[in-house]
């Protein structure tokens, strides 16, 4: 059975960094896209960062500049650096991939409480 286990959330000061990581564990033959998600209490999830296994990534614009996400695909392993924290990055934070197995499944990790104090 395939799994995404986070790790790396916590409790930090603005200005400050975390860097969260993702492993994904069980029979896995590939993995295309893995990103990164964040929710809020009544709001929808949103999209933080995504890389492909080519290394293309994308950003939304409030984390551009501050966020890096990369991963080691021999590893499965996708990780999310981020720099210059302020205190409305506070959220849950998910990890996502589309995970290759038989066919492609998308996968969602338990999700990692980040909270940044001002």
Do not use: H
């Amino acid at each position: 059975q395939v799994q995404l286990v986070e790790s790396g959330g916590g409790l930090v000061q603005a200005g400050g960094s975390l860097r969260l990581s993702c492993a994904a564990s069980g029979i896995i033959f590939s993995i295309t896209t893995m990103g990164w998600y964040r929710q809020t209490p009544g709001k929808q999830r949103e999209l933080v960062a995504t890389i492909t296994s080519g290394g293309s990534t994308t950003y939304t614009d409030s984390v551009k500049g501050r966020f890096t996400i990369s991963r080691i695909n021999a590893k499965n392993t996708v990780y999310l650096q981020m720099n210059s924290l302020k205190p409305e990055d506070t959220a849950v934070y998910y990890c996502n991939a589309d995970i290759r197995v038989f066919g492609t499944t998308n996968y969602w990790g338990q999700g990692t409480q980040v909270t940044v104090s001002s």
